[in-house]
């Protein structure tokens, strides 16, 4: 069988946009006669819809554009077309509605396979929404019986979940025992660092077992804090690759069902190299999306903000950029000069802008108030809130998005200012923990330097003092990062990390940090997930707790 992979990227709502996509593919492969068509999951609506699922005049034009997609396939008699849509179950309870997987060829639409494993877990939220399916069934079609699954439906194997509880039933395995001679799995599957060879040995692992051919596709794009990698690919009944597509690109492919496998392991993806890609899909679709076209990022010298700066310039390019330094009393030359280094190592605008007379005019006024007590981490806060000022006041007047610059370590224990540096659009860098932050740095000098060695070798500071290190405050951060992954990511207790060989006192005081600034981030700007657990949608924690 001749079959044509979509690996697109469709706009979350834009149900006529998305359609069009559809179509122009039909268009594009007319004259190659593809004996079927396969889009990601929900691809009609975007992934992931949200709350527009609950909005009656959504489901309905979902619904015309499904019969408008039914029609224009007659034009196409000898092309199939499986694509993924929200559907009406007809029944008065429940929520009313299947995550579907449409099945159209020759005017009519033949069936509609519902996903029956829906996730709750993490960033998904399916079973606010969705019914699962009573059954499964096969699509005989052109010689083959069809075995499709969506997503989750693939996501049921303890053996590489081992935190998580099996379902009851595996799709895949009733398919499979109706007799399937080929399995199909459309996907909204979020970039997740490494999650790439878990698919492969997945899908593999499912084909060796059940002696079927399995090809799974997978949608990309950014939206909002979820990127999609796509890295669709395909395996022979043996579980050996056959064919992959490349990661964070558009692809339309066109593939034979029976090509053999072409090697047992993955294509190889690094992973910084895999997380940059991420970060540039992620920031480059959320002004696209969005309707932004310019940035602007406040310049502080330090290795946070030139990864941020770096990124914006290599997805949006460097004439959309503005950078801003807004030195203190307290900032040294060197982090001036290095961000003009920076600057011009990029391309992007920069603008000087002192804020140490508004400071000193902050401390004269607030000084009657503040009387008998000693200057301490207020003061230190009304610089960083300047500086979010000023950048809000350039994103009012000139419509550039503001691009906060902490990362994930800072997030984490609250080592960052509200209303201040937290000030923002987007959070690029939300979900990266510090280590990571400087391997980033050293990737995106692989070639050649753009950040200037003087960023990346200078200790930490948020200059708001005369001689301030963040490692006066905090943990070395390679011992933060690690509490936090094993805190976050892990799930691991004080006793169990203690018992990894870290202090104490030190992991107490990490995770007490942790707990207590909930209300930052619950104030936060969108972060772009990277990681296994990031903060935002997927963690959602108590703010008014003890535990």
């Not at 359609?19 to 593919?25: E, L, R």
């Not at 690094?270 to 940035?295: N, P, T």
């Amino acid at each position: 069988m001749k079959i044509t992979i979509c690996q697109l990227n469709p706009l979350v709502g834009d149900i006529e946009g998305n359609a069009k996509k559809i179509t122009g593919v039909l268009a594009q492969t007319k004259a190659q006669k593809p004996d079927l068509i396969i889009f990601p999951e929900l691809f009609l609506t975007g992934y992931p819809p949200r709350d527009l699922l609950e909005k009656p005049w959504f489901i309905e034009r979902c619904s015309a554009a499904i019969k408008n997609l039914t029609e224009t396939s007659w034009d196409h008699p000898e092309t199939g077309l499986i694509f993924g849509s929200p559907t009406l179950t007809g029944k008065d309870s429940g929520k009313g509605l299947y995550n579907s997987a449409i099945f159209i060829h020759n005017g009519r639409q033949l069936t509609a396979q519902h996903k029956t494993l829906l996730p709750g877990y993490d960033v998904f939220d399916e079973v606010r929404y969705f019914d699962p399916a009573d059954s499964v069934g096969l699509i005989d079609f052109k010689g083959e019986r069809l075995g499709v699954t969506i997503c989750e439906d693939a996501w049921n194997h303890p053996d590489l979940w081992p935190k998580r509880k099996p379902y009851d039933y595996d799709p895949v395995a009733d398919l499979a025992k109706m007799g399937a001679s080929l399995l199909i799995n459309i996907s909204a599957s979020p970039f997740e660092a490494g999650k790439e060879r878990t698919r492969f040995e997945l899908i593999g692992r499912h084909a060796k077992k059940h002696g079927s051919p399995f090809i799974y596709v997978n949608q990309i794009g950014g939206n909002d804090e979820l990127v999609f990698d796509g890295r669709s690919f395909g395996v022979d009944k043996k579980g050996h690759m056959a064919w992959s597509l490349p990661a964070f690109q558009d692809d339309v492919v066109t593939i034979d069902s029976t090509l053999p496998g072409k090697t047992a392991e993955p294509p190889v993806h690094d992973e910084i190299e895999s997380i940059y890609s991420a970060l540039k899909l992620g920031v480059k679709d959320y002004f696209r999306k969005c309707g932004f076209r310019q940035a602007v990022v406040g310049l502080s010298g330090g290795v946070d903000s030139a990864v941020v700066a770096s990124l914006a310039a290599e997805a949006l390019g460097p004439e959309n950029v503005l950078g801003i330094t807004m030195p203190s009393p307290f900032s040294s030359q060197g982090s001036v000069d290095d961000s003009r280094k920076l600057a011009d190592k990029l391309g992007i605008a920069l603008k000087e802008i002192s804020i140490t007379e508004i400071y000193q005019k902050y401390l004269e006024i607030l000084e009657p108030h503040f009387e008998g007590r000693a200057p301490d981490i207020a003061e230190e806060n009304v610089q960083a809130r300047i500086r979010g000022n000023i950048l809000m006041a350039f994103s009012n007047k000139f419509g550039h998005l503001v691009l906060t610059t902490g990362n994930k370590s800072e997030l984490a224990v609250g080592y960052c200012t509200l209303y201040g540096d937290m000030s923002g659009g987007l959070a690029v860098i939300s979900d990266i923990p510090k280590t990571m932050v400087y391997r980033l740095a050293d990737h995106i000098n692989r070639d050649r330097e753009i950040i200037p060695r003087a960023i990346i070798n200078k200790a930490p500071s948020a200059e708001l003092r005369a001689d301030q290190k963040d490692q006066d405050t905090l943990p070395p951060y390679e011992i933060l990062d690690r509490i936090l992954e094993g805190y976050l990511e892990d799930d691991l207790s004080i006793d169990q990390l203690v018992g990894q060989g870290l202090n104490r006192d030190t992991v107490e005081w990490v995770i007490n940090a942790v707990r207590l600034n909930e209300y930052k981030r619950k104030q936060a700007a969108p972060g772009i997930k990277v990681t296994g657990k990031a903060f935002g949608g997927g963690r959602r924690m108590p703010i008014a707790a003890k535990y």
